[in-house]
């Protein structure tokens, strides 16, 4: 049951943080498109926004190995869970 638990946290987690890159990494986007409309006076910003963009991307490849290590823990449990199971009788 502990297993299941830890399951259904990793999963949770997960998929919170696609969730929450899905709602970031649009929104980073329409700041720096509206960014683009506004005087010289906020090239700064600009340059943060740019910097904050190239690091929510650079997450991409993090997601997919969490992707990865879940896809391989729900092996495992199935794999054990299926071990547990009682087996028919082969006639």
């Known amino acids: 049951m502990e ?5 259904g946290l990793s999963l949770a987690f997960v998929l919170g943080g696609v969730a929450f890159l899905a ?3 649009p929104l980073a986007m329409r700041n720096f498109r509206k ?3 506004v005087d ?3 090239s700064g910003e ?3 926004m740019r910097a904050e ?4 991307r650079s997450l991409q490849p993090r997601m997919a190995e969490l992707e990865e290590r879940l896809d391989f823990a729900e092996r495992l449990l ?3 869970d299926a071990e ?8």
């Open 40 to 42: 010289g006076d906020n």
């Open 84 to 91: 547990r199971l009682p087996r028919g009788r082969d006639d």
């Open 3 to 7: 297993d299941v638990f830890k399951f």
């Open 53 to 56: 963009v190239d690091d929510l």
């Open 78 to 80: 199935a794999q054990r």
């Open 46 to 48: 600009l340059e943060l």
């Open 35 to 37: 960014a683009r409309y």
């Open 23 to 25: 709602y970031v990494i």
